[in-house]
């Protein structure tokens, strides 16, 4: 979409995401499920459920009706951040889950302005990506960063042993099954991808903004 998103930007997005989802009322370690391709919303969305003191549940955006619901009820996910390409698969099952706070993104909603109005109207009424969908009580994405803005954001305490992540399985040899992810393996993993990157980063000359290809679906 040529936009980027600078540390400081996350930073104060993601506070402003995670300060909205608390005033929801969710207690901690409650389970948010993201169900985006790889558009901005989803660090932000990931980094305020993680901020928070919440469960990330990552949700393949091409599931079915029947493998969505499958996973919201397995998760016991109580909320979740959708992109309305996929709601009215949504839809179609929320009322036989625990689903009570749903935010819908769009996908021109991080580009701001005329560009971002432009790329949902493309999105939408040209490309026809956007099946009818109906969810009462849902809330923008932008609207809901746009009131945790106005509201204090409360750090969580969480420790090395609480979850971060429910990630699913494929499903290939039956229903997926959700792999915990502690917030340990978490930080061992980005241990383990600095030790790796030593060697990049002692090349001449020192790259100064060095980039990164991520060949994986972000919800993966």
């Not at 169900?35 to 599931?63: D, E, F, H, K, S």
Request: aromatic share 8%; charged share 15%.
């Amino acid at each position: 979409m040529g936009k980027s998103i600078t540390y400081a930007e996350l930073e104060r997005l993601s506070a402003a995401f995670g300060a909205y989802l608390q005033a929801r009322g969710l207690e901690k370690g409650a389970r948010v499920a993201l169900m985006m391709p790889n558009v901005l919303q989803y660090p932000v969305a990931m980094m305020a459920v993680l901020r928070a003191g919440y469960t990330v549940v990552n949700i393949n955006p091409l599931y079915t009706p029947r493998e969505l619901e499958h996973q919201l009820k397995d998760s016991g996910a109580q909320a979740i951040v959708i992109l309305e390409n996929f709601a009215g698969t949504l839809q179609a099952v929320i009322a036989r889950t625990a689903v009570k706070h749903v935010i819908v993104a769009s996908m021109g909603d991080m580009l701001g302005g005329l560009k971002g109005a432009i790329v949902n109207l493309v999105v939408r009424r040209v490309k026809k990506m956007v099946p009818a969908w109906s969810l009462p009580g849902h809330v923008k994405f932008n609207a809901a960063l746009k009131a945790g803005a106005g509201l204090a954001f409360k750090p969580a305490s969480v420790s090395a042993d609480d979850i971060a992540f429910l990630q699913y399985t494929g499903g290939t040899t039956g229903v997926s099954k959700g792999a915990i992810l502690l917030h340990s393996n978490v930080l061992a993993n980005v241990a383990q991808n600095a030790l790796w990157l030593q060697d990049a980063y002692a090349v001449k000359p020192k790259p100064a903004h060095p980039n990164f290809i991520c060949a994986l679906p972000l919800y993966h």
